[in-house]
């Protein structure tokens, strides 16, 4: 119940926040513009940090997996000398 009244509380700063934004910037203030160079670099920059992210993270994955199975490999190999 406390966590639907907190939500609720948020939810109406939230609305009220921007109803307040939404009559400031329709009296005076005039829209700020973004040039589409802008945009672009943004979304390009945003694409290649994706792929960077995955790339670094399959790479760690693989090498923890390299690594497991090469741990795993030592131990077969040594319960194999052991047997004989």
């Known amino acids: ?3 639907n009244t907190l939500l609720l ?7 009220e926040g921007t109803m307040a934004n939404q009559a ?3 009296e005076d203030a005039p829209c700020y513009r973004i ?3 802008t945009l672009v670099c943004v979304v390009i920059s945003d694409i290649v940090l994706t792929v960077a992210i995955v790339l670094i993270t399959y790479f760690c ?6 690594q ?4 795993e490999k030592v131990y077969m ?3 194999a000398n052991c047997k004989k």
Do not use: K
Not at 68 to 71: D, E, G, I, L, V
């Open 35 to 37: 040039e589409p160079v």
């Open 9 to 15: 509380f948020l939810l109406l700063c939230v609305h």
């Open 68 to 71: 497991t199975y090469n741990a």
């Open 61 to 66: 994955a693989s090498r923890r997996r390299r």
């Open 24 to 26: 400031s910037i329709q």
């Open 1 to 3: 119940m406390a966590s």
């Open 77 to 79: 190999n040594v319960r």
